[in-house]
């Protein structure tokens, strides 16, 4: 009897070791995967911070202006598709273009009725739900791009900057 309780104690102080082992290695990878994953994501941190921090010379950034203009339009105020009998909705938004190139700056204003008129039709199209979110608003600056550059020959529209955008 005596040697069948020194067995189990045995059994159990090699149940207990291997317990012990087991979690302590759980420990050590978890310890090691979190210190990776730490000073993994502090470098590529490190190096957005000094890419996004970069001083532009002034000659760089006039070269900038030149190559890739930025046009402001006016503002835009139009109704919104709605329900009919529903109250009237509002959008009051100020659009700025980013241009691939000096001559595109150009172009623009010759055709800025034409422009003008096709981004003012996409807007009363809209609803107020739709452009509320983040989505609806990415969705309608990439349709307002798609629409100003298939009335363009010179260039492109390679980004649109909403400035103001209120929905009433």
Known sequence: MA???????????????KIIIIAAAIL??????????FLHHKKAGARKEGEHHHQMTPKEMEKMIKEHPIVDLKPFVVNLSGPQGAAPQYLKVRIALKLD?????????YRLPEIQ???????????ADAIQTTGGKLALKDAIRHRVNSRLDSGKVTDVYFTEFVVQ
């Open 3 to 17: 040697e069948e309780e020194g067995e189990e104690q045995k059994e159990e102080k090699k149940g207990s070791k």
């Open 117 to 127: 008129s096709a981004i003012l039709i996409l807007l009363g199209a809209q609803t």
């Open 28 to 37: 050590l990878l978890l310890a090691g995967g979190g210190g990776f994953f």
């Open 101 to 109: 190139k000096a001559l595109t700056a150009k172009e623009i204003e």
